[in-house]
Structures are given as C-alpha cells and as structure tokens.
C-alpha cells in the first residue's frame, strides 16, 4: 500500500517529507498552498482540525506531525533514524524529539501570535517569551557543541523534528541565529543532506535553502505577507 503525505506548503509538516525521503520511502505526495496565509479547504476538509500535515496508509489516516512521523518510522522505518532502549542515546534522542513539539515550537508559535496582535515588546509576557527563546536556542547550541546532531552521534527523527523550527518557521516567526554558531554549523550539515535537498526540491521549492540555514530569518513569502499587512498585523 502506498503512502500518501498531504503536505501544506511552508509549514511542519516538511518534517514528513523529508523523513520519506530519508528513508527511501514509496509515498505519494499531495502538495498544497497556503490561500494566502491558512490551509486552502480542500486541505481542512482532510481532517476535522484542518491541521497539517495528514498522512493516509490504507484505511489509516491520521495527523500531527509528531505522530506522523513515528507511524512511518515504526511501520517503514525499518529500524532507522530511531534510537531504541539500550541504545547509549536512547534518552537524548527520546529528549529532543518531543523538545521540538512540546517545549520549542509552542514558545515561537506563542511569540508569533503576540506580534500579530500588535502585543508590544515591552510588555512583560512578550519579553518573558522572548528570554525563554533565547534561552531554549542557547539551549540547543550547547548541545550541538558537544554532538553533531542533538540526539547524539547520530543524525535521527529527532533532528528532522527539530529543524523546521530553526529554518521554515522563521518565514512566520523571525528570530535571528547569528550568537549561536553551533546551531548554524548544524543546520549547514543538515542542508548537506541529499535527503532534506530532495524534500525541500519536492514540497517547498520557492524556498531557497542557503537563506533558510542563514544567521538572518529567511523572508516571509510575497502572498503571506501582502495578505498579513491588508489586515494590518505586519
């Protein structure tokens, strides 16, 4: 049975892709523009939540990306990219998966919202937002000092979790990395990879990836950011 990934372009559910293409998955994808800003209905009316991505494995369907991955990892995997109990980075690979979904991507998503609603960036919660982004990103350099890819020596789904959060999502929600060199260098050996090449050619290819692994947030899209500033929140 072939896989389908419906993929909304410019958001998480990359992470779906690339993991197919890393791991020499047969899938079919479905790709989908933002019309302008959210998912079009014809994506929404995939999944009650209207959430991104979706995946479809015969009579299975299922969302969050998080879990997406997993299913694929644990019904084609085939024992790659996954570190298993026992293994000496079981805990840290464990660890950094779910720091993308649970800890990293809530804190941006938070301070995005802020600066659409014009929330000013001296008002408390904003800056309180803006000290844990900073000290999460320190965080995840750190670790990137000691290891070539966060769950240890090995590049895993963990990395794939993360990355979307240091590259597309800046498009929506910009952060500078030039303090954390640790995290640049990263994100050049992740743009090394033939696999994030082949499926960001595949779902994202308006995205330039030499602008998306820079110090400086990649720029919004033209359509995303026309339609943020006729409703006056950019």
């Not at 019309?35 to 995939?46: C, D, G, Q, T, W």
């Not at 809530?106 to 000290?135: C, H, I, W």
Request: charged share 25%; net charge negative.
């Amino acid at each position: 049975m072939t896989l389908t990934v419906h993929h909304l372009g410019i958001s998480q559910s990359e992470r779906v892709v690339w993991l197919c293409e890393e791991l020499g998955v047969d899938y079919e994808l479905k790709k989908y523009d933002r019309a302008p800003i959210m998912a079009p209905e014809e994506f929404k009316a995939l999944h009650p939540l209207g959430s991104a991505p979706v995946i479809e494995d015969g009579d299975v369907k299922i969302a969050e990306s998080g879990a997406c991955v997993e299913y694929i990892l644990h019904t084609r995997g085939g024992g790659k990219l996954a570190l298993v109990p026992g293994d000496k980075d079981y805990a840290e690979y464990l660890y950094w998966f779910h720091f993308a979904n649970g800890t990293l991507q809530p804190t941006l998503l938070t301070l995005m919202m802020m600066s659409r609603m014009g929330v000013d960036e001296e008002n408390s919660s904003f800056k309180r937002y803006t000290a844990r982004q900073k000290q999460l990103i320190e965080f995840m350099d750190q670790r990137l000092s000691k290891v070539p890819w966060l769950g240890g020596e090995q590049f895993t789904a963990a990395d794939i979790m993360n990355v979307c959060c240091l590259t597309t999502m800046r498009c929506f929600a910009p952060y500078d990395l030039g303090a954390y060199p640790n995290v640049l260098s990263y994100l050049q050996r992740v743009a090394a990879r033939d696999g994030y090449k082949r499926a960001m050619e595949k779902g994202d290819p308006d995205l330039e990836i030499d602008r998306l692994i820079g110090a400086a947030p990649p720029p919004m899209q033209k359509a995303v950011a026309e339609a943020i500033r006729a409703r006056g929140r950019l």
